[in-house]
């Protein structure tokens, strides 16, 4: 158990947690380029300082309908065509460069489409310069004076910072100008590239107010590109080797301590001028990855990195060395990004390489809005979604600013031409979207428990320590210039006893040096006087100046009562901000499910509109349709009831033929009565009569026992049989035929015939003729334009087992589109029926006179049967299933 526990991977410590959870948005900034012709069309509006709208360009249709569409961004700020590199400098990139000096992190990058302008808004041009020699220019303003000796702060490969002493420094230094491998900065004083001469005008020069004086700094840049998702220095320099050269190697990217993300092995120079700094870049910009493709001269292939490390320490109590603590030493980056633009392929007309190049382009690119849409999702909806930072190095490279602390600004650049607005389209929805994640607010460092002013002070002391030496070697050297002042005494050699002028010589000259010695004594002591009454006047002044110290500092004790006073009214301050800041989330975490459920009524509403349209709308066709039904069903009506009344009048017609004829019946019969031996005359068979629709049989209502016995002729009332010698005459009376309706097939409109290729001939007497019809195998748009009614032959095996055909028919409307649709308004179905002789029934419908066999026989006959038809209307009471019975069509005289 304990071997197991030992072999685990050790659980690596969580993520410092900011301090503070206050939150700023993403700074978004809109550039628009100027146009290169000006008779160009332009298909960006700048509306307000913060408002832009797009134009769709000519032949470019969003909507369906056909419309143009016109959409409107906003940012936080946007720069027109005539804006300078200064004014854009002042709004973006100098709150960053502020708070570097401040010791606080940030992030810097433009974005857009590939030649829209975003190298030269970064980089510039000779006399206007970008955003990254202006923001170097600014920070050796603001720091210069306080830069500490080279080689004091020193990088270690972990991505932190130490302090040497000066003999230390002296000492690295050394090594480093011995070792010819180390790449060596050249200083400010050589001659400057002629390229990146005069990138700023000396009245553009800016500095930083509330530079910290306590401290010393230094200044370390490094370079590097993202090129096919792999990381180069661009500052690390390669033996050349012309026969075989070494290609570059890819570095990675690492973690430290503080869950920051660094490129390992990078080089980090150290700098201590704006021109040293950008030489070192602009040497790191001429190994980056440039093409020509065919919509820029120059299009970059890589994202470039430029990052600038400030790194300060406090000084001592006393203010003249830095502090050798490595815990007081605060590091602050500042990353300048130039993102490569996003192509088309298409458009660009790359090929080989360049295609591998754009592929990998368009893919971080894409990768990182992937990133900051997860990231968007979870601050606003409040999911835990894991961002895909290392899916890109570009993501991965600045996971610390999105996750940590730092302010992090977009500059998007955009060229107003009507070939880019498909693109340009995209990167304003990428812009938008990207201006709603929040990055947590960068806090202040802790400030170290040293008196501020150190530096002034110890200046202010040296000065002072000077000065008096000046006036203490005055004073010597006076006092010496007297000392020396004395004559020399002279020679006191005696060579003769009788020599009288050595004596009194000398006698003269000790007399003279005691008169000058006399003068000296009076002129120390008026000196000694006069340096005592100088010293009363500074003990006087000491002693005011004590008493001044002393009020002061009752000053200063009252002025740290109203300072603690402050203190617990600041704290009071605090707590009750706290308070309402509690308060103001709460507040808007309320109003936020407020408008989420504004939101969601607001849909809602809307869906229960559209819904409510789509009922009127469709009640408005139900009525519609219901109207046309109404309409057909009165017309059918109207036809029906002439159909019933005409069969009505024939069916008593036929009744009154039949009393006539049962008449003549019994009047033959009294006759043949009293002839005898006359031939029975043979009875007038009935016409076949169409029965009504009261008297058709049917599955719902069939006539009962009674009713058939009652219209069952009595055995008087019977016409004679077949058994009879000779048949009677046939009468010369015309016999009435029933009337016929046409099938509606037989219109003057033109048809469309579709039968399909799998319909069988069944080879009947009786087929469905269509004049003025277009046969076709499958329906199709060109015949359907051409004709104002359509039918469909159907065949299906019945429950019988016989062949039923289906015409079902529909009128042709045309649609508001431009096409046919197909109405279907009527059914008529064809039905094969096998007639046999001992199956079939008597019709009661047939009259009294006709016996059993007259009806089989008239059923049965070839001629009989081709002239009943079956047919079946849309909206009757009859359906497929529905027992149809015979009709007796109208034969052609």
């Known amino acids: 158990m304990n071997r197991q526990a030992k072999c685990k991977t050790p659980r690596r410590p969580p993520p410092k947690k900011p301090p503070n959870s206050q939150r700023d948005p993403v700074g978004v900034y809109l550039r628009v380029r100027p146009l290169v012709a000006e008779d160009e069309e332009c298909c960006i509006e700048v509306i307000s300082s913060s408002t832009v709208q797009l134009h769709a360009p000519e032949g470019f249709k969003v909507n369906r309908n056909g419309e143009y569409k016109e959409t409107q961004y906003s940012f936080k700020k946007v720069f027109g065509v005539s804006v300078s590199q200064m004014e854009l400098f002042e709004n973006v990139a100098k709150p960053l460069v502020v708070d570097l000096i401040h010791g606080k992190n940030g992030l810097l990058f433009t974005y857009g489409v590939t030649g829209s302008g975003k190298t030269f808004t970064m980089t510039g041009s000779p006399g206007q310069g970008g955003l990254l020699p202006r923001s170097l220019d600014m920070i050796f303003n603001s720091v210069g004076p306080f830069q500490a000796k080279r080689y004091i702060f020193k ?44 990138m700023l005008k000396p009245e553009e020069t800016c500095k930083a107010d509330g530079v910290d004086e306590d401290s010393c700094y230094s200044v370390f840049v490094s370079y590097i590109e993202i090129y096919n998702n792999y990381i180069y220095d661009l500052l690390e320099e390669t033996q050349e080797d012309a026969i075989k050269p070494k290609p570059p190697q890819s570095k990675i990217l690492r973690e430290d301590q503080n869950h920051n993300m660094y490129v390992a092995g990078c080089m980090e120079v150290e700098v201590k001028s704006a021109e040293e700094a950008f030489q070192v870049f602009w040497r ?142 995209l990167v304003m929805r990428f812009a938008e979207m990207t201006q709603e994640v929040e990055v947590v607010r960068p806090v202040d460092r802790p400030i170290c428990g040293f008196t501020p002013g150190r530096r002034h002070r110890n200046q202010a002391f040296r000065e002072e320590m000077s000065q008096r030496v000046e006036d203490r070697g005055d004073a010597m050297s006076a006092l010496n210039g007297v ?19 050595t004596i009194p010589r000398l006698v003269e000259a000790l007399q003279n040096r005691q008169r000058i010695r006399q003068m000296m004594i009076e002129e120390f002591n008026r000196a000694a006087s006069r340096m005592k009454s100088m010293l009363q006047e500074l003990d006087s002044n000491i002693i005011s100046k004590e008493n001044v110290i002393l009020e002061q500092n009752g000053r200063l004790a009252e002025k740290d009562k109203v300072m603690h006073s402050n203190k617990m009214e600041i704290e009071r301050l605090e707590k009750k901000t706290k308070m309402q800041e509690h308060k103001i989330d709460i507040l808007q975490k309320t109003t936020k499910i407020y408008e989420d459920d504004k939101r969601s009524l607001q849909q809602e509403v809307e869906t229960r509109g559209h819904r409510l349209q789509r009922e009127l709308s469709e009640k408005r066709r139900m009525e519609q349709r219901m109207q046309g039904m109404v309409s057909d069903t009165q017309h059918k009506w109207e036809k029906e009831c002439e159909r019933r009344v005409n069969a009505m009048q024939l069916e008593m017609q036929n009744k009154l033929w039949v009393k006539d004829e049962k008449l003549k019946q019994l009047k033959a019969i009294v006759t043949e009565s009293k002839t005898p031996g006359r031939p029975d005359p043979q009875p007038r068979q009935p016409l076949p009569q169409r029965p009504s629709r009261e008297e058709r049989p049917s599955r719902e209502k069939r006539p009962s026992r009674e009713e058939r016995r009652e219209e069952r002729p009595s055995r008087e009332e019977r016409p004679p049989s077949k058994r009879s010698a000779s048949p009677p005459p046939v009468p010369t009376t015309t016999p009435v035929r029933p009337r016929h309706r046409r099938s509606r097939s037989a219109g003057v409109e033109k048809w469309v015939d579709h039968k399909p290729p799998s319909s069988l001939d069944l080879g009947t007497v009786l087929q469905p003729v269509i004049p003025n019809a277009i046969q076709v195998s499958a329906p199709n748009e060109k015949a359907l334009s051409k004709c104002d009614r359509y039918v469909l032959t159907h065949q299906e095996v019945a429950s019988d087992g016989e062949i039923q055909t289906k015409l079902i028919k529909g009128e042709v409307i045309k649609t508001r589109g431009g096409g046919q649709s197909v109405q279907f308004t009527d059914i008529e179905t064809l039905k094969q029926e096998l007639a046999t002789v001992s199956s079939r029934k008597r019709k009661s419908s047939e009259g009294a006179a006709s016996s059993g066999s007259q009806t089989d026989g008239a059923w049965t006959d070839v001629k009989t049967r081709c002239s009943v038809a079956l047919e079946m209307r849309a909206g009757s009471n009859m359906g497929p299933g529905v027992e149809h019975h015979g009709i007796s069509k109208r034969r052609k005289p």
């Open 284 to 425: 790191g910009q001429k190994k980056r990855k440039v093409a020509n493709t065919r919509l820029n001269r120059e299009s970059s292939r890589s994202h470039s990195v430029f990052i600038i490390k400030l790194a300060q320490a406090p000084l001592d109590a006393e203010g003249d060395n830095i502090l050798q603590d490595k815990n007081q030493v605060s590091v602050s980056q500042l990353c300048l990004v130039d993102l490569a633009g996003s192509e088309r392929t298409g458009r660009t007309g790359a090929e080989g390489t360049r295609i591998r190049e754009a592929g990998n382009i368009n893919q971080s690119l894409l990768n990182l809005r992937t990133c900051l849409e997860i990231l968007r999702e979870n601050q606003m909806y409040g999911t835990n979604k894991m961002v895909p930072y290392r899916d890109s190095k570009v993501s991965h490279l600045f996971k610390n600013y999105f996750d940590g602390e730092g302010k992090v600004r977009m500059v998007v650049c955009v060229n107003p031409k009507t070939d880019d607005y498909e693109e340009t389209l």
């Open 483 to 501: 000392v020396l002042s004395l004559p020399p005494l002279p020679t006191s050699e005696l060579t003769d006893p009788n020599d009288e002028l």
């Open 155 to 198: 990088t270690d490969d972990k991505n932190s910072m130490e302090v040497q002493s000066e003999v230390d420094a002296l000492l690295e230094r050394q090594r480093r100008e011995n070792n010819l491998t180390v790449l060596k900065t050249p200083s400010s004083r050589q001659k400057v590239d002629p390229e990146i001469g005069d």
